[in-house]
């Protein structure tokens, strides 16, 4: 009986869809000499939007792993090689197709750089993987918490988890590690031959600490700067009755409509913005610089500014002008949990046309919230709180709320986007006739 041809496969970075041109190499879950099948989670990157795990597009072992944890790494740029017995050989840096089909969206093998890192983990695993062993189980950690391991350099198979379910936290990461102060950014800079890992924080003799930055702190800083100084911003403010607001969701609440989602006052505000941008729709518009157009668009896909342990992140409601206000609410819950647990795609943190904020739930009365590039408005809605406020004459205790929309003055004039500001303010005032005149 003659041996199967050995093969060694060359796994690149795949293109990960919506423009993204590289990303931040977080965590291997395989080692040199681990056995691998078809489609087994080979690591986790992290882009500009999401953290994503990498499933491998070959079975065979694993020969050698070409990137580091914390290292930048271009669409294209091999990741790993591995050796497979069910085709013919081919050179480990060809950089032809793949010989399976594409298991990721947008996948494609693109072209080698011009330069590669060829850095070689050993692994203790090696000998006993060879001998056909299932590879070690993979840590349950959240991915904030595989981000700082690789930052600190923890392994995580020496990591006890006190989350639930036994999940790795970023506390027990710490913990393992010996820091008593968790950074708060995420990996470090590309990592040189004389450096391979990024270090961890380390305070200076002037009492200061350095955070490398990257993923989606990086990303999320290019964002706002590029907006800051490319979209000249302008702000107004309102601030306005919303206690018929309160008492809807009050009611809405013990609706069989909502059952399985906790409809919330954002979920009427976001009604209120879409009301809004059906009266001025140079809200849900951008400006295009290489034509020096206005550019409208007809659909609204809503970004939900959403804080989660990986940072600012904002995923996308699409079509939210053609959703009822049930969908819209369970449609709004669910993508921001998906965005906070990390478990949202690339495609649903992009392409938002207008975004909104909810700056009170930090128990602040507003802000001027940044555009996100390429829109041309964001809504701040700060907090919802007890304040004197006049009635018919006489002074009563209402539910008051403080409302900013932030705004691209080369598409949208003050005029424009203080009649959007009051359109809001009155349906916050009085929702009931507004939703019906949307049904």
Request: aromatic share 2%.
């Amino acid at each position: 009986m003659t041996n199967p041809a050995r093969a060694v496969q060359e796994f690149r970075l795949p293109d990960l869809g919506e423009g993204l041109t590289d990303a931040d190499w977080v965590h291997w879950a395989v080692a040199v000499g681990d056995r691998v099948e078809l489609n087994q989670v080979i690591g986790e990157v992290e882009t500009a939007k999401a953290t994503v795990e990498l499933p491998s597009p070959y079975g065979g072992t694993v020969e050698e792993l070409l990137v580091e944890p914390g290292q930048t790494v271009p669409v294209g740029a091999p990741l790993l090689r591995i050796a497979t017995e069910d085709g013919p050989a081919e050179p480990a840096g060809d950089s032809g197709g793949p010989s399976r089909p594409s298991v990721l969206v947008g996948y494609g093998p693109g072209d080698a750089p011009q330069s590669r890192r060829a850095t070689r983990r050993a692994s203790a695993d090696a000998g006993r993987a060879r001998d056909g062993d299932p590879p070690p189980a993979r840590p349950d950690a959240k991915p904030g918490a595989r981000k700082l391991a690789a930052l600190l350099e923890v392994d995580l198979d020496t990591v006890t988890g006190t989350g639930r379910g036994g999940v790795i936290t970023r506390d027990d990461v710490r913990r393992t590690a010996g820091h008593g102060d968790e950074p708060t950014a995420g990996h470090g800079e590309e990592p040189t031959a004389e450096r391979p890992h990024s270090p961890a924080p380390e305070a200076s003799p002037e009492r200061t600490t350095r955070i490398p930055v990257g993923g989606v702190r990086k990303r999320t800083a290019e964002a706002v700067s590029r907006s800051a100084f490319t979209a000249p911003h302008a702000s107004v403010f309102l601030t306005c009755d919303a206690t018929a607001t309160v008492d809807l969701v009050s009611t809405l609440r013990a609706s069989s409509a909502f059952e399985g989602v906790r409809p919330t006052a954002l979920s009427i505000v976001t009604r209120a913005l879409l009301h809004a941008i059906a009266d001025e729709p140079s809200l849900n518009a951008h400006w295009d610089d290489d034509t020096g157009e206005i550019v409208l668009h007809h659909d609204v896909h809503l970004g939900i500014a959403t804080a989660t342990s990986d940072g600012l992140k904002v995923p996308v409601v699409r079509e939210a002008q053609r959703l009822s206000l049930p969908r819209l609410a369970r449609s709004i819950a669910e993508v921001a949990d998906r965005a906070r647990t990390g478990r949202s795609t690339p495609s649903e943190l992009t392409g938002s046309t207008v975004s909104v904020t909810n700056v009170g739930v930090f128990g602040v009365d507003g802000g001027t919230p940044i555009l996100n590039p390429g829109e041309s408005a964001i809504l701040a809605v700060g907090a919802i709180s007890d304040r004197p406020w006049v009635v018919d004459g006489a002074l009563a205790i209402r539910k008051v709320v403080t409302l900013s929309l932030s705004f691209d003055h080369r598409l949208v004039d003050g005029e424009q986007a203080g009649r959007a500001l009051a359109t809001i303010g009155a349906f916050l005032g009085d929702p009931v006739p507004m939703l019906l005149a949307d049904t």
